[in-house]
């Protein structure tokens, strides 16, 4: 049963469309395999994601914050974990850095039952993005996994000059889609950054959460699947 009538839906992209933990972990393995890194110790390719996986966490918590720069972040996420390893060639850092963002948005790995919803939704709602993912990377995330046509507006935190959960980019999305507050409906997967930060920008939301157990939370919904939105929409 539809309570309301939303006519302009915010999706997040990574972890919500785009399969981020996928697309990076092929593209990591694909690296340690062109640099020889089992040579240096890296003999587990499983291991070697955790441990950046965790690091990466940590700073994109301290980005959104502002407490450091993204150009910091691309390296200091792979600097942190090469030195689990006693790593500690700065160009070969570097070199690893750049081939990751080069390589890893053009990996098409979607959620499962992504393309599916965004053609049932693109017919019925208009669809729009709000992302902290660095401006440049996301539009080919965008491009290489052939989902740029469904959505009218790309809100980015740089264009916005501020990060999700910040109420303004919330706001700053409802003004560049001329929609209303009541009209929106923000659907995302991390519940602090996607599903507060629209709730104190007084936006609906849809909690995705694969793992969802039932437990009650304050998101409007919550789908552990994206097929289920047609439950909702």
Known sequence: MRLKVYKHLFFDLDHTLWDFDRNAEETILELLEKYDLAEFGVTNGEAFIRHYQEKN?????????????????????????????????QELIHEFAEDYI????????????????????????????????????????????NIRH?????????????KKPDQRIF????????????????????????ILGAQNAGIDQVYYHPE??????????????????????
Request: charged fraction near 30%.
């Open 57 to 89: 966490e940590k700073l994109w918590t301290l980005y959104r914050a502002g407490k450091v720069k993204k150009e910091y972040l691309r390296v200091q996420r792979f600097r942190s974990t090469f030195k689990a390893y006693g790593i500690e060639d």
């Open 102 to 145: 080069r390589i890893c948005p053009t990996k098409s790995h979607l959620i499962p039952n992504a393309i599916e919803i965004l053609d049932y939704l693109h017919e019925r709602y208009r669809l729009h993005l709000i992302t902290n993912g660095f401006e440049e990377v996301q539009y080919k995330k965008l491009k290489h996994s």
């Open 150 to 162: 469904y959505f009218r507006e790309i809100i980015t935190s740089e264009k916005a000059h501020c």
């Open 171 to 194: 706001d700053y999305a409802l003004r560049q889609t001329s929609a209303g507050k009541r009209e929106g409906l923000m659907i995302g997967d991390n519940f602090e950054v996607d």
């Open 212 to 233: 969802h157990n039932g437990q009650q939370n304050s998101a409007t919904y919550t789908i552990s699947g994206l097929d289920e939105l047609k439950g909702i929409l």
